[in-house]
Every structure is written in structure tokens, then in C-alpha cells.
């Protein structure tokens, strides 16, 4: 039975994509060997859209997006530990989203969903 997703970032510098994750996120993780750390998010949620080539979205694109439930508040939250935004925070039809810069030289999302997740 399929329990979770599986997510990975690759980065030009995954130890300190490591610390990052720990220190400035907060996210707990757990060491399956050799300090290889696997970052557990206790919740998850998967959606399929249309393909945009336009924005570089073919078919068989994925993406990864942080969410959470205030997106002002956990911003300030993260930004105080030092966390970069790359731009503000933006209205969206589907929800509120900011970027934010991590190790590796690249942006990951950070959005507010409209939508609230049945329970």
C-alpha cells in the first residue's frame, strides 16, 4: 500500500542543502547511514496539472512546493533564521506563494493553498 511520496532535491551542495533543511527549516530528520540524512514531513499531498512547454512544464515535469498554514507568519518565522526570499509573496488563483533561496544556487516555493485538506 503506497504510504507517503518520496522526494529529492538534487544540489551542487547537498551537505549544506542538509543543514539547511535542519537548521533554518526546522525539519526533522532521521540518518540512514554515513550521516545521509532523509528529511521526514509528517504530511503530504500530490496533484497532476496540464502540461505548459511555455514554462517549461512538459509532460513527465514535477515540482516541489513547501506549504503551510500562514504564510506571513512562518515567512517572518524563516526569515529571522536567515533564510533569502527571492520575491514576495504573490496571489495566485490556487493559493499564495514566495520563493526562497537554499543551497545549491537554486529557488524552492513556499505556498498557501486556498483549499483546506479534508480530514
Known sequence: MIRGIHAMFYSSDPEELRDFLSAKLGLASFDIGGGWLVFDLSE???????????KGRHSGAHHITFYSDGLEDTVAELA???????????EMD????????VPGGF???LYQPNYEKPS
Do not use: K, L
Open 44 to 54: 503530504a499531498v500530490v496533484a497532476c496539472h496540464d502540461p505548459d512547454p511555455g
Open 80 to 90: 529571522a533564521r536567515g533564510v533569502e526570499f527571492a520575491d514576495e509573496i504573490r
Open 94 to 101: 490556487w493559493g499564495r506563494v514566495v520563493r526562497f533561496r
Open 107 to 109: 529557488e524552492v516555493d
